[in-house]
């Protein structure tokens, strides 16, 4: 849902300072308040699964859980909040002392942000087309498409300016750059299982 009282479009720093007084979660895209829906209860115990998976390699305080904005590229000013964000040592330091946690185009990039792709076209074609699109031009090193309805993991890996995708099914293990270490299989997360 698209909110907008004024029909003006917001800038970046307005949008950083917006209140409307109530918990409601937004992105910002195009200059326009879309509102977060709450997710799925599927698509929650997926991304809390995988954060917990992640925990195994990186620190607690390296990894954010639909907290970290990614401001992104786009006719007008844009703000993404992934499912789950992998921090490099640079954007955290960053972060450090920011009053919100938000990834501005000054900064560096994370190391991975991670998308679990909820029902509907247009959440398909957000996640598939348009992130995709925005978290390269990001340089971020992964980004990582989880889709419960294809049961597929399909891993972008940025090369030489644009993502290389690979997409992981069934048994096979998920292959990734930025974890290495990384052992489970598309069944195995979806099975919420290890």
Known sequence: MTLSS??????LEEYLTYDDGTDTRYELVDGELVE????SDENSDLTRFLWVQLLNYFPFQMIAYKETEIEVSGRLARCRVP?????????KAALAGKARATITREMPPP???VEVVSPGVNNRIRDYRHKHTEYAARCIAEYW???????QITICQWVEGAYTDRAFQGGDRVISQVVPEFALTPD???GLQV
């Open 6 to 11: 004024t029909h003006r479009k917001l800038t």
């Open 36 to 39: 977060m829906p709450p997710e």
């Open 83 to 91: 499912d789950l964000l992998v921090h490099s040592e640079e954007s």
């Open 111 to 113: 190391a991975l942000v």
């Open 145 to 151: 498409i989880v889709d419960p309805q294809e049961k």
């Open 188 to 190: 195995q997360i979806f």
